[in-house]
């Protein structure tokens, strides 16, 4: 079994900061790309940042410049530090984690139970 357990969101005023750590746990072999999707009020989930196991990062264009991606390989961890919140960035935040639980497993996508963040205006 494997748990994606998202912290840090909260409530922030515009022009805050925000840092969301996502940890997995459980029987995991490898770990590919990690990344955030969030999901606003009326809104799809949308695709934020991703992380590869080598440190590429890849960021939708909404939050270039403001978020940062980043993850701890020894601890099977993903960060997304959140700068110059926006209102539009409110929305709850889910952890996403390509992985194979055993070293004869495909990949899959396993996903967090999602955290809020709102930001005020």
């Known amino acids: 079994q494997v748990r994606l357990v998202e912290s840090g969101g909260g409530l922030v005023q515009a022009g805050g900061s925000l840092r969301l750590s996502c940890a997995a746990s459980g029987t995991i072999f490898n770990i590919n790309t990690m990344g955030w999707s969030r999901q606003g009020p009326g809104n799809q989930r949308e695709l934020v940042a991703t992380?590869?196991?080598?440190?590429?990062?890849n960021y939708a264009d909404s939050v270039k410049g403001r978020f940062t991606i980043s993850r701890d390989n020894a601890k099977n961890t993903v960060y997304l530090q959140m700068s110059s919140l926006k209102p539009e960035d409110t929305a709850v935040y889910y952890c996403?984690?390509?992985?194979?639980?055993?070293?004869?497993?495909?990949?899959?996508?396993?996903w967090g139970q999602g955290t809020q963040v709102t930001v005020s205006s």
């Open positions: 992380v590869t196991s080598g440190g590429s990062t």
């Open positions: 996403n984690a390509r992985l194979a639980r055993n070293w004869w497993d495909n990949v899959n996508d396993y």
